[in-house]
């Protein structure tokens, strides 16, 4: 990847035994409380190099046998419930919170095996990110969307294993009471937060070629000057309900670079399309929409 950006680590259940050099607990929970010590690390990039190091050394062969499956544990969220809910808000948390709760275990396995596989295969240099500021097109376009969706601006941070020509990422973390903790590569919901005390209107849902089709009026955005000069490009989708009259009414970013997004929403939110019909009367559509930006090289 002049990396793509983006570059998630996926390892199936079955290489996780060949990877891990300590097998992991069943139960976290009953594990955690035997390993009350839980080593602080500050709340910095440093911060997080020092752990992902910290965890590589400990890996070494005549190290101690638990070293590793405290760092490890040491991973878990104390309390995802409220940790959802503060950052991403009461609609988003309850799906979030239950999907952590629900794969902790195999999460943890897992960043621990990307650690200890990028580094054998020669991603030897670590470096952190933190992010803070929800436009930063360096954390790519899966990772902007999540900036954005934030209610309280906790930092998020993600970890880069770098070698001569390209990294991986490595992400989420956050800190928590004192330690980093891997809260996953995350997916905000995709239902928009429902209006309170409102009827549901009539929806329907719309694959986004096939509403792409009735368009009506199409505002093409601007390319960014520093988008140009940074040689981004891609496509941004969005998730958008259509009214009933053809207008857009709500849209949000699923996936793409912070600054090509920026300037879509605004554009998008001028499109205009053929009002959709079930049984003769109007209804909104659940749709998405792709806005595609293209480098022309001279």
């Excluded at 794969?103 to 596989?117: F, G, I, K, M, P």
Aim: charged share 20%.
């Amino acid at each position: 990847m002049k990396l793509p950006s983006g570059i998630s680590i996926a390892i199936s259940a079955c290489v996780l035994s060949v990877l891990l050099l300590v097998a992991m607990p069943c139960s976290l929970g009953a594990q955690q409380a035997s390993f009350s010590s839980i080593a602080n690390y500050p709340d910095t990039q440093d911060g997080l190099e020092h752990f992902a190091k910290d965890l590589l050394k400990a890996h070494k062969p005549g190290n101690q046998p638990d070293e590793v499956q405290r760092l490890v544990l040491s991973l878990a969220l104390p309390n995802p419930r409220a940790w959802f809910s503060m950052v991403f808000g009461e609609h988003a948390y309850e799906p979030l919170a239950q999907a952590y709760a629900r794969n902790q275990t195999s999460l943890l396995q897992e960043v621990d095996a990307a650690v200890v596989t990028a580094a054998r295969d020669g991603y030897s240099e670590i470096r952190a990110k933190k992010y803070e500021k929800s436009c930063d097109d360096s954390a790519g376009e899966l990772t902007f969307p999540l900036l954005m969706a934030r209610i309280t601006p906790v930092p998020l941070y993600e970890l880069r294993m770098i070698n001569a020509s390209s990294f991986r990422r490595i992400s989420i973390f956050a800190h928590v009471d004192g330690t980093f903790r891997y809260v996953g590569p995350l997916n905000i919901p995709n239902e928009f937060a429902p209006a309170k005390d409102a009827k549901p209107p009539a929806r329907i849902p719309v694959k986004g070629d096939v509403q792409a089709a009735k368009v009506l009026k199409r505002v093409t955005p601007s390319y960014p000057d520093a988008s140009r000069r940074e040689g981004l490009q891609g496509t941004v989708r969005l998730h958008a309900i259509i009214g009933k009259d053809g207008g857009v009414e709500q849209v949000r970013v699923i996936r793409g670079y912070c600054s090509l997004s920026e300037v879509s929403l605004p554009a998008v939110k001028q499109w205009r399309y053929t009002p959709t019909l079930l049984n003769g009367e109007p209804v909104e559509v659940d749709t998405t929409i792709d806005v595609i930006f293209t480098l022309r090289h001279r």
